[in-house]
């Protein structure tokens, strides 16, 4: 029955689907057009388009950084693309962060609730706010050299470590079970890591970034190898409660090209014929790549860059499985960050000179400034855009995957006379010029109602006091109808100061009928605690027609308040009420 009871929301809800599509293809599409057009008229009438990435700074860069710059601009595009997915709104939130906030410090923990509340109160402008910001920096890094390419990994700096503190509670640092088979530390914290090389001056660039790195990632590796060799982290055991081959298997099953997932069964098989054994083999990687890099960084070995990167790889495809698949990826995971990373401090990138271009360089100049620039436009407005939501009321989102849209009618609203809980008489619409928000709460109720009375709350509390609004509870409880009763669940659910505000009851055959005229079903033992009842809300005209009916199963969440609030809000000013 609707209204009765929470259900879980369907990631892919068409109505939220529908909306983010609208929003990142449409509306955020004109804003970015409009901003890069601005942004062109200016960089012609000031002939930057022709200048872009031609200072010696640029026509001189580290081929090292290049190939950093390029590589984490192709991975922020791709990550970027995977914003897109239409899962993203309602998903990233409560099914992506929130299980990284499990056991982090109380510091990040309230950090990361702020974050998914303000992520869940307006899913569609952070998503799509989110995934072009994502493409703007990976486009940025691409045809970025220069003064601009330096900005461009100071921006992807700042916000990896957004994603990386916040989005990913410090890329699993506190997670009982982290491994960098599961992508243990984090992929955007390498993606800090090369933001802050990419930022720096090309010749601290050339003189430190090879062995600082390959010593870091040597650090990294070793510490990996430890975590991993925990008993707690369940690599050590065989058969189906081995980590690994749990986890292969419910990656196995997701949506995904066949050869892959044959790959990942045949690894989780193996996991839990060997046992601790391929434990061994994952721990003889670690280990080797660490020592190798640590000593490569002043004898210029080769190899461990093989090792690390060819093992990093085999792993992403083999225990990873990409992390490309399932609808809620972010991005492609740690290892291949580390493969880029060992790969762009090879001894063998230090070596090679400045890179040049094969085309004239006035025609890859203005080529590149045109991408930048609308680039530039999706970061600006996409920030603009995140920016604003922080502060803005929230979206009916949350409330629309959850109920629906409300339904238009245009009927006569059938009258009643209850008692109120101050025990005088209240006819409806005895408040002449005054819209009527109808609603039915259990005064006994510990789940629904109130989150319903806390959504009349809110509403009220957004109206001025002098608003023409009467807000009507009829008691659904054929029990527990008393005044008392009703006083109760005023004073507990705080109602007591909400202007114009009925809980009315009666007798139980006049609730009833009430119930029965506006298709409200109640259904009660004598013996239960209270009733369920579907919950819907309805708005009466001053003219005492009836014009809207609204279902709101509400969702015990700040954010879902407060989206009910808003949808709330939004068709009692169509209404007139102000």
Same mark, same amino acid.
């Given at each position: 029955?609707?209204?009765?009871?929470?259900?879980?929301?369907?990631?892919?809800?068409?109505?939220?689907?529908?909306?983010?599509?609208?929003?990142?293809?449409?509306?955020?599409?004109?804003?970015?057009?409009?901003?890069?057009?601005?942004?062109?008229?200016?960089?012609?009438?000031?002939?930057?388009?022709?200048?872009?990435?031609?200072?010696?700074?640029?026509?001189?860069?580290?081929?090292?950084?290049?190939?950093?710059?390029?590589?984490?601009?192709?991975?922020?595009?791709?990550?970027?693309?995977?914003?897109?997915?239409?899962?993203?709104?309602?998903?990233?939130?409560?099914?992506?962060?929130?299980?990284?906030?499990?056991?982090?410090?109380?510091?990040?923990?309230?950090?990361?609730?702020?974050?998914?509340?303000?992520?869940?109160?307006?899913?569609?402008?952070?998503?799509?706010?989110?995934?072009?910001?994502?493409?703007?920096?990976?486009?940025? &890094?691409?045809?970025?050299?220069? %003064? +601009? =390419?330096?900005? $461009?990994?100071?921006?992807?700096?700042?916000?990896?470590? !957004? *994603?990386?503190?916040?989005?990913?509670?410090?890329?699993?640092?506190?997670?009982?079970?982290?491994?960098?088979?599961?992508?243990?530390?984090?992929?955007?914290?390498?993606?800090?890591?090369?933001?802050?090389?990419?930022?720096?001056?090309?010749?601290?660039?050339?003189?430190?970034?090879?062995?600082?790195?390959?010593?870091?990632?040597?650090?990294?590796?070793?510490?990996?190898?430890?975590?991993?060799?925990?008993?707690?982290?369940?690599?050590?055991?065989?058969?189906?409660?081995?980590?690994?081959?749990?986890?292969?298997?419910?990656?196995?099953?997701?949506?995904?090209?066949?050869? &892959?997932?044959?790959?990942?069964? %045949? +690894? =989780?098989?193996? $996991?839990?014929?060997?046992?601790?054994?391929?434990?061994? !083999? *994952?721990?003889?990687?670690?280990?080797?790549?660490?020592?190798?890099?640590?000593?490569?960084?002043?004898?210029?070995?080769?190899?461990?860059?093989?090792?690390?990167?060819?093992?990093?790889?085999?792993?992403?495809?083999?225990?990873?499985?990409?992390?490309?698949?399932?609808?809620?990826?972010?991005?492609?995971?740690?290892?291949?960050?580390?493969?880029?990373?060992?790969?762009?401090?090879?001894?063998?990138?230090?070596?090679?000179?400045?890179?040049?271009?094969?085309?004239?360089?006035?025609?890859?100049?203005?080529?590149?400034?045109?991408?930048?620039?609308?680039?530039?436009?999706?970061?600006?407005?996409?920030?603009? %855009?995140? =920016?604003?939501? $922080?502060?803005?009321?929230?979206?009916?989102?949350?409330?629309?995957?959850?109920?629906?849209?409300?339904?238009?009618?245009?009927?006569?609203?059938?009258?009643?006379?209850?008692?109120?809980?101050?025990?005088?008489?209240?006819?409806?619409?005895?408040?002449?010029?005054?819209?009527?928000?109808?609603?039915?709460?259990?005064?006994?109720?510990?789940?629904?109602?109130?989150?319903?009375?806390?959504?009349?709350?809110?509403?009220?509390?957004?109206?001025?006091?002098?608003?023409?609004?009467?807000?009507?509870?009829?008691?659904?409880?054929?029990?527990?109808?008393?005044?008392?009763?009703?006083?109760?669940?005023?004073?507990?659910?705080?109602?007591?100061?909400?202007?114009?505000?009925?809980?009315?009851? =009666?007798?139980? $055959?006049?609730?009833?009928?009430?119930?029965?005229?506006?298709?409200?079903?109640?259904?009660?033992?004598?013996?239960?605690?209270?009733?369920?009842?579907?919950?819907?809300?309805?708005?009466?005209?001053?003219?005492?027609?009836?014009?809207?009916?609204?279902?709101?199963?509400?969702?015990?969440?700040?954010?879902?308040?407060?989206?009910?609030?808003?949808?709330?809000?939004?068709?009692?000013?169509?209404?007139?009420?102000?």
């Amino acid at each position: 029955m609707p209204g009765m009871g929470q259900r879980s929301i369907d990631l892919t809800n068409p109505f939220v689907v529908a909306l983010f599509r609208h929003a990142s293809f449409v509306t955020m599409l004109v804003w970015l057009g409009a901003v890069a057009i601005a942004l062109l008229v200016l960089l012609a009438l000031t002939r930057g388009l022709l200048r872009f990435n031609l200072s010696p700074d640029a026509e001189n860069e580290p081929v090292a950084r290049i190939y950093l710059r390029r590589g984490f601009g192709a991975l922020w595009l791709l990550d970027g693309l995977l914003q897109f997915q239409a899962s993203m709104p309602l998903g990233l939130a409560n099914n992506v962060v929130a299980p990284m906030s499990v056991g982090t410090p109380g510091w990040l923990h309230r950090a990361m609730n702020v974050a998914m509340t303000l992520w869940n109160s307006h899913p569609v402008t952070m998503a799509s706010g989110v995934a072009w910001l994502q493409v703007g920096i990976g486009l940025l &890094l691409i045809v970025s050299r220069g %003064a +601009t =390419g330096r900005f $461009a990994g100071a921006l992807s700096a700042a916000w990896a470590a !957004v *994603v990386w503190l916040i989005g990913n509670g410090a890329g699993g640092l506190f997670i009982h079970g982290a491994s960098v088979l599961f992508g243990w530390p984090g992929a955007s914290l390498f993606y800090l890591y090369a933001g802050v090389w990419i930022a720096c001056d090309a010749d601290l660039f050339r003189r430190r970034f090879s062995s600082v790195t390959r010593r870091g990632v040597a650090g990294v590796l070793l510490a990996g190898a430890v975590v991993q060799s925990l008993p707690s982290a369940g690599f050590w055991h065989g058969g189906p409660t081995n980590a690994l081959t749990a986890m292969t298997s419910y990656m196995s099953a997701i949506a995904q090209p066949h050869w &892959l997932a044959r790959i990942v069964r %045949a +690894t =989780g098989s193996l $996991a839990a014929t060997m046992g601790g054994g391929l434990n061994v !083999v *994952v721990l003889l990687w670690l280990c080797i790549g660490s020592v190798g890099l640590w000593l490569s960084a002043s004898r210029r070995w080769r190899w461990p860059t093989y090792v690390v990167v060819g093992g990093a790889l085999v792993l992403w495809l083999s225990t990873q499985d990409t992390a490309l698949f399932g609808g809620l990826a972010t991005d492609v995971n740690s290892l291949p960050a580390i493969a880029l990373i060992v790969w762009c401090a090879s001894p063998a990138r230090r070596r090679d000179g400045s890179r040049r271009t094969w085309l004239p360089r006035e025609m890859v100049s203005s080529s590149a400034s045109v991408i930048a620039t609308f680039a530039a436009s999706m970061v600006l407005v996409s920030a603009v %855009a995140m =920016g604003w939501a $922080a502060v803005a009321g929230a979206e009916t989102t949350l409330y629309l995957a959850q109920n629906g849209p409300a339904t238009a009618v245009n009927a006569p609203a059938k009258s009643f006379q209850l008692t109120d809980q101050y025990g005088r008489p209240y006819r409806l619409g005895e408040h002449r010029g005054r819209v009527t928000l109808l609603t039915f709460l259990d005064p006994h109720c510990w789940t629904d109602c109130p989150l319903l009375a806390s959504q009349i709350a809110q509403l009220r509390r957004a109206f001025p006091r002098r608003a023409q609004l009467d807000i009507v509870a009829v008691a659904a409880d054929p029990y527990h109808e008393s005044l008392a009763d009703v006083r109760h669940f005023i004073t507990t659910r705080g109602l007591r100061s909400v202007p114009n505000f009925f809980f009315v009851t =009666g007798t139980r $055959a006049q609730t009833r009928a009430v119930w029965r005229n506006y298709g409200i079903s109640v259904i009660m033992k004598p013996s239960d605690q209270m009733s369920v009842h579907s919950d819907f809300m309805f708005i009466i005209a001053a003219n005492q027609r009836l014009h809207w009916i609204i279902p709101d199963n509400p969702l015990a969440s700040s954010a879902g308040t407060a989206s009910a609030v808003a949808e709330l809000h939004a068709l009692l000013a169509y209404e007139g009420v102000r």
